[in-house]
Nanobody, 124 residues
Framework: QVQLVESGGGLVQAGDSLALSCAAS????????RGWFRQAPGKEREFVAA????????FYADSVKGRLTISRDNSKNTVYLQMNSLKAEDTAVYYC?????????????????WGQGIQVTVST
């Protein structure tokens, strides 16, 4: 059974940092692009960041550029999202995804697998 499992979420204060992880199991994901999306209450799910299968190409939403960094370790089938200088507007359920190309993920296309989501809450 293919699974993407997020971890590392929680409650932090504005300005703090948080690191999310997404471990994949059930198959090898090294050939898939990986990404992160988020959904705030009352809003649609939106793209956050994506990384190519080699890890040499990344895309970010304008709202997170310079604060969030995506990376991956193919030997561990894991993708990471380092979040710095968090803001209240970063509060959302964060989902990891695997799909066909980082450029596609950046356009919310080509998503093959989703994680179940993890809550990140930033208090002011």
């Amino acid at each position: 059974q293919v699974q993407l499992v997020e971890s590392g979420g929680g409650l932090v204060q504005a300005g703090d940092s948080l690191a999310l992880s997404c471990a994949a199991s059930g198959r090898t994901f090294s050939s898939y692009a990986r990404g992160w999306f988020r959904q705030a209450p009352g809003k649609e799910r939106e793209f956050v960041a994506a990384i190519s299968w080699r890890g040499d190409t990344t895309f970010y939403a304008d709202s997170v550029k310079g604060r969030l960094t995506i990376s991956r370790d193919n030997s561990k089938n894991t993708v990471y999202l380092q979040m710095n200088s968090l803001k209240a507007e970063d509060t959302a359920v964060y989902y990891c995804a695997a799909g066909t190309g980082s450029g596609n993920l950046a356009r919310s296309r080509g998503i093959v697998y989703w994680g179940q989501g993890i809550q990140v809450t930033v208090s002011t």
